[in-house]
C-alpha cells in the first residue's frame, strides 16, 4: 500500500485535528484558563522544520482556521497569525545554515512572539480586544518550548534519527 497517496488526507487531518484540540483547551469555550500551550504552533514549527514546503504555509492556515472554527473566534485570526508564523519560519530555514533541534527551538519561542502580534494585529483590525506580549512570555512559552521537546524527541526517534 502506498502511503504517500493519503499524505495530503492525512496532513488536512492533523491540521484540523490540532485545531480542535486548542479549541477545546481554549478559555473561550467554557474552561476559564489560558492554554498553557499552543498545539498548532508547536505543529507548524514541527512541521516546517522536518519538511519545508509550501505545504507548510497551507498546513498553517488550515490549523489556525479550524482552530478559529472550533473557538468561535473572529474568523482568520489564528488562520492569519499561523500563516506568517510559517512564512517566517521557511524563510529562516532558506537563510541559515543552522538546522537541528536548536534552530527549531528558537523557531517556537520566536513564532510564540509572532503569532500573538500577527493575531493582535489581525484582532485590532477586526475591532476585538488584544493580548498584551508580556502575558504570553511566561507560561505559554515555556508551555511551547515543553511540548515541543516532548514532540520533536517522538518524531526523531520514529524517524530513527535519535
Known sequence: MNLKKFRFVFVVLLAVGVGLIQALASPTRGG??????????VALVLLSTQHPSLGAIAFGWMAGFSQDLFTGELLGLNAFSKMVVAVLVLFCLGWTEVKGFGFSLAMV?????????????????GGKGTVPLWLVSGHMLLGNVLLFAILYLVVRRRDGRE
Open 32 to 41: 476559564g484558563i489560558w492554554p498553557v500551550f499552543d498545539l498548532p504552533l
Open 109 to 125: 519561542v520566536l513564532g510564540t512572539f509572532v503569532e500573538v502580534f500577527a493575531g493582535n494585529l489581525m484582532a485590532a483590525l
